[in-house]
C-alpha cells in the first residue's frame, strides 16, 4: 500500500475503529469500471476514496453513546444521525483535505442512489457481492434476485454506512484487493440468495458463513423495527399504534441514562415487534 494511503487510512481508522466501523481504500476508477455510466462517480479514475462498514461492535460503542450525548434531533432515523456524526468527525480530523462523504441511503433528485453501496464494497474488497450472475444455470426463472454482500468475518451481520471521496488525492499505483469468495459452491451461493430474498426476517442468510460475532438480540429487535418507527422506540416520538399491555422486561432499558424518566424508558420496546419492508442494515 502507498505510503499516503497507508497514512490517511490510518487517519481514519483511528477516528472510527473504536466506535465500531470498518474502512477500505478503493480507487474510484475501480468502482465505475463495473457500473453504467449513469451511475459512476464524476471524479478521475484514480481518486483515492474509502468504504466505511459498521459491524456488530458499533451498537454499543457507537450508537448508545451517541443516544446520551445530547446530539439526537427528531424526524431522521438514529443510526444515520450517528453515522453521520462519526463520518463528519473524519472530515474534522482531515481539515488540509476536502473529504466529501456519500452516505448510503443518499439519493439524487431523480432517486437514482448516490453509492451502489455494496458495488463499492465488492471492488474495495471489504465483502463479496454475491448475484444471480454468480450462479450458473440459476433456478430462478422470471424472478427477480437481489444481490447481498458476505463479509468474511462477520457474514451477513455488518452494514456498509458509507463512503468517503477524497478529490485531488490520486493513487494511480494502489493494489486491488479482491474480496474474498467466502461462499464459493454453487449450493451455497443459491441458499444464501434464496434466503435473501425470500426469508430475510429470519436472519438466517447472516450466517452464510460462521460469523465472528452477531448481532444482540437487543440490536437484532433494534434493527428489526422499521426505520420510521424508531424514534417512537425510543421513546422520542409518538407510536403509530399502542403498544401490548403484555410488555415483557425491557431490552433496551441500558440505552436510556438512568436519571431520565421511567415512563419514556417504557417507549423503548413493544414485545410485538413490526416486521421490516426490506432486509435490515
Known sequence: MEPQVAEL?????DTLCPFGFEVYPFQVAWYNAVLPSAFHLPLPGPT????????????DRALKPF????????????VDQ??????????????????EVIADYEVHPNRRPKILAQTAAHVAGAAY??????VEADPWGTQHISGVCIHPRFGGWF??????????????????????????????????????NF?????????????????????????STPPAQRLAL?????????????????????????????????GWLSPRVSPPTSPGP
Open 159 to 196: 452494514a456498509i454506512r458509507g463512503v468517503l471521496l477524497l478529490p485531488g488525492i490520486e493513487v494511480p499505483d494502489l493494489p486491488l484487493t479482491k474480496p474474498l469468495d467466502c461462499v464459493p459452491t454453487r449450493t451455497d451461493r443459491i441458499a444464501l440468495l434464496e434466503s435473501f
Open 234 to 266: 425510543l421513546g422520542l416520538a409518538k407510536p403509530s399504534e399502542e403498544p401490548s399491555s403484555a410488555s415483557p422486561e425491557l431490552l433496551f432499558t441500558t440505552l436510556i441514562p438512568k436519571s431520565q424518566n421511567l415512563s419514556r424508558a417504557r
Open 129 to 134: 457481492y454475491y448475484q444471480r450472475q454468480d
Open 199 to 223: 426469508h430475510w426476517r429470519d436472519w438466517a442468510y447472516r450466517d452464510a458463513v460462521t460469523p465472528q460475532e452477531r448481532y444482540s438480540e437487543e440490536q437484532k429487535a433494534y434493527f
Open 9 to 13: 487510512k490510518q487517519k481514519i481508522e
Open 82 to 99: 450517528c453515522v453521520a456524526y462519526h463520518l463528519g468527525r473524519v472530515r474534522k480530523s482531515l481539515p488540509e483535505l476536502q473529504v
Open 67 to 78: 443516544l446520551q450525548s445530547g446530539h439526537l434531533k427528531p424526524l431522521t432515523d438514529p
Open 48 to 59: 483515492l476514496a474509502f468504504l466505511v462498514l459498521s459491524t456488530p461492535a458499533m451498537f
